[in-house]
């Protein structure tokens, strides 16, 4: 990787960047500081050429900001990712400490690690001096967030949904013994549970085969197009509360619980309008932020050699047998 980048790889008011400022700059970026096995002398002159773009920004607003008095600290990381922990869902924050205790840690020591990273200092310091000076001060006027809205309809679309629970029988298709085997147990047990619905999750946990049963047979949400059709069909025509019979798919017979179920419906402008303004605030924060990388670019004197390789389009030669005759 290393011999694929130049000796000068950029300069900065004349100041070069060599190979080996660039090269460790690089294995901070990359995953546990290891080249990846998909990176070859084919795809490594895209990824060299980014990560030298990066770079280059990197140092211009980390200099720019030393202009607005804005000084990485410590602190400010720990204070940043207390915040951003506070924010999490229960099942967020578990996952989270899930994931940190495989490698021996707690929330606590994956904080104070992110604090001490110079890097991840700067880094918090730009985001948060840029959503103060930059995000939080643009204003979108009415009509913009209207407009979109009304622009981009459909991606406010709800779908309806239908919240489910399951028993299921397993067959084997190639052996007819089988089906007719799991269709009489599901009949029996289909009509067991429409007798006594509260059943229904201690059945699923005794004679259900899915993973599910652990759960007493929930599947949770579920949209269109997500199960078999023959089941789908059936679970989105059911009321909430009612069980169906037996339903066919492609290797299983299945019992289904339809719990509740919630149409369709369209999410109306009040309900979706601080989340337009706030991503038309962050699109327009872009555009100045690159205008900004842009104007220091021309005023720092940056050359960058290392660049992203001309896409070469080859030449495909059609098989005779192939041609139009």
């Avoid at 694929?4 to 500081?33: C, W």
């Avoid at 604090?115 to 985001?127: L, R, T, W, Y």
């Avoid at 017979?253 to 999410?267: M, N, Q, S």
């Amino acid at each position: 990787m290393k011999a694929l980048i130049p000796a000068k790889v950029a300069t900065i008011n004349g100041k070069t960047i060599d190979q080996n400022e660039f090269y460790s700059y690089l294995m901070r970026q990359l995953p546990k500081g290891k080249i990846p096995g998909n990176l070859n002398q084919k795809t490594a002159p895209y990824v060299l050429a980014v990560q030298a773009e990066q770079m280059i920004i990197d140092l211009l607003i980390k200099e720019y900001l030393k202009t607005k008095k804005v000084l990485p600290s410590a602190t400010q990381v720990t204070t940043f990712y207390h915040n951003q922990v506070q924010k999490l869902t229960p099942d967020e924050k578990a996952l989270l400490e899930a994931r940190l205790q495989r490698n021996k840690k707690t929330i606590e020591d994956w904080i104070s690690q992110k604090a001490a990273d110079p890097e991840i200092q700067d880094q918090v310091a730009a985001f948060e001096f840029f959503e103060k000076e930059y995000t939080a001060k643009i204003q979108i006027a009415e009509k913009q967030i209207s407009d979109y809205y009304h622009k981009n309809n459909t991606r406010f679309n709800v779908p309806e949904t239908a919240t489910i629970s399951h028993i299921r029988f397993l067959f084997d298709p190639r052996k007819k013994e089988t089906r007719e085997a799991a269709l009489q147990k599901a009949r029996k047990v289909a009509a067991a549970v429409k007798k006594n619905p509260k059943s229904f999750a201690a059945v699923a946990a005794k004679e259900s085969d899915c993973p599910s049963r652990t759960k007493g047979g929930k599947l949770g949400i579920v949209e269109r197009n997500m199960l078999h059709k023959n089941v789908e069909k059936t679970v989105f025509s059911m009321k909430a509360g009612t069980i169906s019979d037996p339903l066919e798919s492609h290797t299983a017979f299945h019992i289904v619980l339809c719990e509740a179920r919630t149409p369709a419906r369209k999410y109306a402008y009040h309900e979706v309008k601080a989340g337009i303004t706030d991503m038309l605030k962050r699109q327009e924060a872009q555009k100045r932020l690159e205008q900004l990388v842009a104007d220091l670019k021309k005023k720092n004197k940056v050359q960058i050699f290392l660049t992203i390789p001309h896409y070469q389009a080859y030449k495909m030669e059609i098989p005779a047998d192939a041609r139009p005759r």
